[in-house]
């Protein structure tokens, strides 16, 4: 409320933000570290696989405009896998506030660090802005996952507008191995539509891998990739491998991206993503 000189009183609105942080680590494939705050909660479910399993949690049920979340995550010596319990919204924003997403993760002395989350869904009017850091050593690997559903097609909503960017960095002791970046702005549903963009697909997913086992993990994905209903694209160059995926359904490319992800790790992936 502001009062003024005049004797005036101007009401302002102030609308409530979601803040959520989660830290958590392992070290020789003990628990060393787990930190969480607001909105942001981080699940250590009993899993039966060579894996600990750290699942994230949006208590807030999504993301609109103005929203933080913050995670980090460290694997030292130890092997861990960080997915969330559902998709991710966000959400149309009212004000002209971007949400924003912080991901580090670190892996070292011989982890496997696995970032698996599960799609983030664009609503249209959306405003989020996401940035992922990688760092790891010359002896561990990073699995690194994330996936895109373009507007709510159950509810038979077309994605028009929304502003949604994402910077991906991924270091190897200390130097730039990989870096994208992608912006989803103003009226995009031409776009989305084009050959050249998304060729009217429901949804994308990026896929990198760095690590030891690289050519291990190409012959294993080769006869997984050809699947109705998805298109792919794989690159392997210094030292990564890179997927590209299109679904022409979201239940498709999760299908696929399940198929594709266990021959990557050889193991059922979190219980989550059977529900």
């Known amino acids: 409320m502001l009062i003024m000189m005049d004797g005036a009183v101007t009401h302002t609105k102030t609308l409530q933000r979601a803040r959520g942080t989660v830290d958590v680590g392992f070290a020789t494939d003990a628990l060393a570290r787990l930190y969480q705050a607001g909105a942001a909660k981080a699940l250590l479910p009993r899993s039966y696989s060579a894996a600990h399993e750290v699942v994230l949690v949006n208590t807030a049920g999504g993301i609109t405009g103005g929203d933080t979340f913050d995670y980090r995550c460290v694997a030292d010596a130890s092997n861990m896998v960080v997915t969330t319990q559902a998709a991710e919204r966000a959400y149309r924003s009212s004000t002209a506030d971007i949400a924003s997403m912080n991901v580090a993760l670190q892996a070292k002395c011989g982890a496997r660090l696995h970032w698996l989350p599960q799609e983030t ?95 291990a993990i190409r012959t294993n994905i080769q006869p997984v990739l050809s699947q109705p209903g998805l298109r792919t694209a794989l690159s392997v160059w210094q030292g990564k491998l890179v997927l590209r995926l299109l679904a022409d359904e979201t239940m498709t490319g999760k299908a696929g991206l399940s198929q594709i992800l266990g021959a990557i790790r050889g193991q059922q992936l979190p219980r989550v993503w059977q529900s």
């Open 121 to 215: 869904i664009l609503f249209d009017g959306s405003r989020l802005a996401r940035r992922i850091d990688v760092d790891l050593d010359a002896d561990s690997e990073c699995l690194l996952l994330e996936s895109l559903v373009f507007g709510r097609h159950a509810m038979g909503e077309i994605l028009q507008h929304c502003h949604f960017t994402d910077h991906w960095h991924i270091r190897r002791q200390g130097q730039l191995v990989h870096a994208e970046a992608l912006q989803l702005t103003g009226d995009i549903a031409a776009r989305l539509g084009a050959t050249a963009g998304a060729a009217h697909a429901q949804m994308m997913a990026t896929l990198i891998y760095v690590g030891p086992r690289l050519e």
